[in-house]
Nanobody, 115 residues
Framework: QVQLVESGGGLVQAGRSLRLSCAVSENIFNFNSVGWYRQAPGNQRELVARINVGGRTTYSDSAKGRFTISRDNGLNTVNLQMNGLKSEDTAVYYC?????????WGQGTLVTVSA
């Protein structure tokens, strides 16, 4: 069973930075892509950023220019560096690993950005 464990969430003031990490129990190159999604209260879960097996990255419009996704291949971790945080970035952030039609999710980590 694939396990994804997120860390790094917390309370931060607007304009500051946070770094999220996700430890994957398998080689991340086993997956088509790994990435981060988020879900704010009352909203659907949405893509924040992902990186595919070839290293191509995809960002949501709200993440472009502020967030950076990276992976540490040796440690099987996926990181999300979030700079210039805004109150609207407040959400539970979920790590995701995808292979074909199957998605694996972490338990989520809460990010709260205060004004």
């Amino acid at each position: 069973q694939v396990q994804l464990v997120e860390s790094g969430g917390g309370l931060v003031q607007a304009g500051r930075s946070l770094r999220l990490s996700c430890a994957v129990s398998e080689n991340i190159f086993n997956f088509n892509s790994v990435g981060w999604y988020r879900q704010a209260p009352g909203n659907q879960r949405e893509l924040v950023a992902r990186i595919n097996v070839g290293g191509r990255t995809t960002y949501s419009d709200s993440a472009k220019g502020r967030f950076t996704i990276s992976r540490d291949n040796g440690l099987n971790t996926v990181n999300l560096q979030m700079n210039g945080l805004k109150s609207e970035d407040t959400a539970v952030y979920y790590c995701n690993a995808n292979i074909l039609s199957r998605n694996y999710w972490g338990q989520g980590t809460l990010v709260t950005v205060s004004a």
